[in-house]
């Protein structure tokens, strides 16, 4: 059901274009390891977690997917029975480990990223950190009760825990539920449960802290940190007892045993040690070739999973070292004990001394200087060669696409993955219009460059989770329109326009409206008091050039924000007198079907891709515990119910065919006649009309106006696309065979085709005459119209947005200029920047 009153700011509605294919389709951020170790689930950057098979195969078999966020899963926790995992779009939520169903509750109570989740043994208590310097405590047995109904929710929230307002990374917890530790750019936190409050601060690190592993019986704390090391923290003394520096970049990842005989460590550098906590030797278990996020590791240290930002999760097989084992012997630690005391280095004196052990193994450096000096051979330089070259297992998932740029019309959309491929979409089918191979972005963006476009950025293009998608936001996502030819519909009305965030709406929303009807419980969302305007309906005394019937432009010469007006108070008179007409889509008389209680979900965006596009729909903010309310969701357009808590600008729009004012669709310019040019002034010169109207049109207008006055100019248009003049002169053909049988005709507006320079058109007539020419005044022998801006020869095919963009180039009002051409005089030309 849709919200009952319009939010502040409006919620953003994103849609996301779905990929065929098994796993992730963007880095893994969490692993959590089920506790008889047969279960992994992957937390990923494409907002899914995913539950793998740990059975040994070269490729583990996805068990089955969690999707509920609509923005980064940072963490996971396995909490008792059930799995709790956190997001950028700021919640947390609840989901039974082994099924798909969807989730059991969405925790709301932080203000910005939730980025790290840590549960204790029985999971009855449960700690989310995230930026912002929030820390919050959950209860989950009261919000299991909560969830299954059994406890009645007056409003549970979260108890906050007293920590530093500096941005959190990193939170653990012991198996009690006692202490919790909170990593920040401020150092590490220690809070008391019971209190909220913070019993100790440990400096030390020299940059933020990006991971904790606290001891189960809260004595040991270790931290990693984006200074390049590691530090072990002795809670009872409330001090540093070991600096490690085994890494040569920030330290992302530690997974401890449980009782801390070992620390296993992954970071940015790629590089996977295990480091004995009682000896400092450090052995390197294997290289990444992307960025290490996150570890888990098996009870009998025999099997190690790794993720990076790749959308793929390793397997490695891990020796039990002997070599390590020997070396640690050999220096008189071999049976040093971690459990029954604080570790200290067998080497007394020189416990800080840096050492090549041979192999994969050396002992770790007390500070990240003295890491960076340590002499390694062969052709790694910086680390000892891996004990695995290869991991024994790899999980399947999609190349990320990292790279999004978006053409003119903003109607296609370039992308590039992270194997380097690029495909061309077309927002308006979800699908590749064509794949050019492994090639660089730019290339392909400047052999496509179309300056005949200047379309407003009514979506903008998303590839944070791996996908192509986009967001769209009252009231830009309305401020751009394109001609229904241009969308390929040759049979329809030259002079037709589709609003591109209107049809986007109705195409995504359409199966939620169709269940909305259906459902008789449902009530429909009342309407939004803000004022909104008929999607499309011409305004009552308005003119503009691009009617089909000879309309002219409007002679008001107000500005964007008076033409707004305009329509703001046409809009809220027609309110008043009983309501709005659907969307007719037309300049024209089509007068629409009123839509209360039938709404027309006519749309001419038709998604053309084998998955259905996903809608996800950010919250409101708040907190909460179900999935009510105004928490963030996501649907499948082939999945809604018509009870989905769609915003209530999507329901005008959808349900009711309107829409908020947009002072995108028009822009205000002047026309005049060139200074020196015999022809006369227009009686109203500057004029208002839709940005995408084309110059040919403005052309045809000025030629009308002469008429009226006796005076005959021919047309002989000038295409920076040079395919268009052979449809030119076919439209032209028929336009007059047209005329002779009484049917009518005009001109039609043209598709965009591939990238020529501007070529001017011969005409069908013969050029000007030398007498013609010499009399300089001789307009009724049909002198050719020419139309410039700037000095600049304007080309027919650009619109009144891209001339002002590309030709005009400043803010003010566009001028442009209408004369007879000199023959004697060549053209000048736009010089039109490509991309560089």
């Given at each position: 059901m849709a919200s009952a009153g319009g939010a502040v700011p409006p919620r953003k509605v994103s849609f996301l274009f779905r990929r065929e294919g098994i796993g992730h389709c963007g880095g893994v951020n969490a692993l959590a390891l089920s506790r008889d170790e047969q279960q992994l689930w992957t937390g990923s950057r494409d907002s899914t977690i995913c539950c793998w098979s740990t059975a040994e195969k070269a490729q583990p078999d996805l068990m089955h997917e969690h999707v509920g966020h609509i923005d980064w899963v940072n963490g996971l926790a396995l909490a008792g029975d059930v799995l709790v995992s956190c997001s950028s779009d700021k919640?947390?939520?609840?989901?039974?480990?082994?099924?798909?169903?969807?989730?059991?509750?969405?925790?709301?109570?932080?203000?910005?990223?939730?980025?790290?989740?840590?549960?204790?043994?029985?999971?009855?208590?449960?700690?989310?950190?995230?930026?912002?310097?929030?820390?919050?405590?959950?209860d989950l047995a009261t919000l299991r009760g909560i969830m299954?109904?059994?406890?009645?929710?007056?409003?549970?929230?979260?108890s906050t825990a007293e920590v530093p307002r500096a941005s959190v990374y990193a939170v653990a917890i012991n198996a009690a539920g006692t202490l919790i530790a909170a990593g920040s750019t401020q150092g590490v936190s220690v809070v008391d449960v019971r209190s909220g409050r913070s019993v100790m601060q440990l400096k030390g690190h020299t940059d933020n802290v990006r991971s904790l592993q606290l001891e189960a019986e809260g004595r040991l704390l270790l931290s990693g940190s984006a200074d390049h090391t590691m530090r072990l923290w002795d809670l009872g003394q409330q001090r540093c007892v070991q600096t490690l520096a085994v890494h040569t970049d920030s330290v992302w990842a530690l997974a401890a045993t449980p009782s801390f005989a070992a620390v296993f460590s992954g970071g940015r550098d790629g590089c996977i040690y295990r480091t004995r906590l009682s000896t400092r030797v450090s052995e390197l278990l294997a290289v990444e070739q992307r960025p290490v996020l996150a570890l888990a590791v098996a009870s009998d240290e025999r099997r190690l999973w790794a993720a990076t930002t790749a959308p793929s999760v390793h397997t490695w097989h891990l020796e039990l070292a002997a070599a390590a084992s020997a070396h640690t012997a050999a220096i008189g630690g071999g049976s040093t004990s971690v459990g029954g005391g604080t570790p200290r280095s067998p080497l007394g004196a020189a416990a800080g001394a840096a050492a090549v052990l041979g192999g994969p193994c050396f002992i770790a450096s007390p500070s990240a200087a003295a890491r960076a000096r340590l002499p390694f051979a062969g052709q790694q330089g910086s680390h000892p060669p891996p004990q695995q070259g290869e991991p024994a297992a790899a999980t399947p998932g999609l190349p990320p696409i990292q790279h999004a740029v978006v053409l003119t019309d903003r109607r296609h959309v370039l992308t590039r993955d992270a194997d380097g491929t690029v495909l061309c979409w077309d927002l308006t089918a979800g699908c590749v219009t064509r794949?050019?191979?492994?090639?660089?972005?730019?290339?392909?963006?400047v052999a496509l460059f179309q300056p005949n476009h200047s379309v407003s950025a009514w979506c903008q293009p998303e590839v944070?989770?791996?996908?192509?998608?986009?967001?769209?936001?009252?009231?830009?996502?309305?401020?751009?329109e394109i001609y229904a030819q241009d969308l390929g519909d040759e049979e329809a009305p030259v002079d037709l326009k589709v609003n591109f965030g209107?049809?986007?709406?109705?195409?995504?929303?359409?199966?939620?409206?169709?269940?909305?009807?259906?459902?008789?419980?449902h009530a429909l969302p009342a309407p939004s008091t803000q004022v909104l305007r008929p999607a499309q309906e011409r305004v009552?005394?308005?003119?503009?050039?691009?009617?089909?019937?000879?309309?002219?432009?409007?002679?008001?010469g107000g500005s964007h924000g008076g033409d707004g007006e305009r329509q703001s108070n046409v809009a809220a008179e027609q309110a008043a007198a009983g309501g709005f007409k659907a969307s007719n889509l037309q300049d024209g008389d089509s007068e629409g079907q009123s839509i209360d209680g039938e709404p027309d979900q006519a749309t001419r965006f038709k998604f053309l891709t084998p998955l259905a596009p996903v809608v996800m729909v950010s919250g409101s903010g708040g907190s909460g515990t179900r999935a009510g309310g105004t928490v963030p969701w996501r649907c499948p357009t082939d999945a809604f119910t018509g009870k989905e808590d769609v915003p209530q600008w999507v329901a005008?729009?959808?349900?009711?065919?309107?829409?908020?004012?947009?002072?995108?669709?028009?822009?205000?310019?002047?026309?005049?006649?060139?200074?020196?040019?015999?022809?006369?002034?227009?009686?109203?010169s500057k004029l208002n009309a839709p940005r995408v109207l084309r110059v040919n049109k403005v052309a045809d207008y000025i030629r009308r106006k002469m008429e009226e006055q006796g005076i005959a100019l021919r047309e002989e248009p000038l295409f920076w696309d040079g395919s268009k003049e052979e449809k030119w002169h076919a439209e032209q053909a028929a336009s007059a065979d047209g005329s002779n049988d009484g049917s009518g005709g005009g001109l039609v507006s043209l598709p965009v085709h591939q990238l020529h320079p501007v070529q001017p058109f011969p005409g069908a007539a013969s050029s000007i005459s030398p007498a013609e020419r010499a009399r300089g005044s001789g307009l009724a022998g049909h002198g050719a119209l020419l139309v410039t801006c700037a000095g600049n020869t304007v080309p027919w095919d650009f619109s009144l947005a891209a001339v002002r963009q590309w030709i005009w180039?400043?803010?003010?009002?566009?001028?442009?200029?209408?004369?007879?051409?000199?023959?004697?005089?060549?053209?000048?030309?736009?010089?039109?920047?490509?991309?560089?």
């Open positions: 919640t947390l939520r609840v989901w039974q480990p082994d099924s798909p169903e969807p989730a059991l509750g969405c925790l709301q109570g932080h203000s910005d990223y939730v980025t790290a989740l840590a549960a204790c043994a029985d999971g009855s208590v449960l700690a989310s950190g995230g930026l912002r310097g929030e820390v919050l405590l959950w299954a109904g059994s406890t009645q929710d007056q409003g549970y929230s979260a794949d050019y191979g492994r090639c660089e972005l730019k290339e392909v963006e944070k989770l791996g996908s192509l998608g986009g967001a769209m936001e009252p009231p830009q996502c309305f401020g751009a209107e049809q986007m709406l109705v195409a995504l929303f359409k199966g939620w409206a169709e269940a909305a009807q259906r459902t008789s419980c009552p005394g308005s003119r503009a050039v691009d009617q089909q019937s000879g309309a002219e432009p409007s002679d008001s005008d729009c959808v349900l009711r065919g309107r829409y908020p004012v947009s002072r995108e669709l028009k822009m205000a310019f002047q026309l005049m006649p060139l200074p020196g040019s015999p022809l006369p002034s227009l009686l109203q180039r400043r803010s003010d009002d566009l001028v442009l200029h209408y004369s007879v051409r000199d023959r004697t005089t060549p053209l000048k030309l736009p010089a039109i920047r490509r991309p560089s």
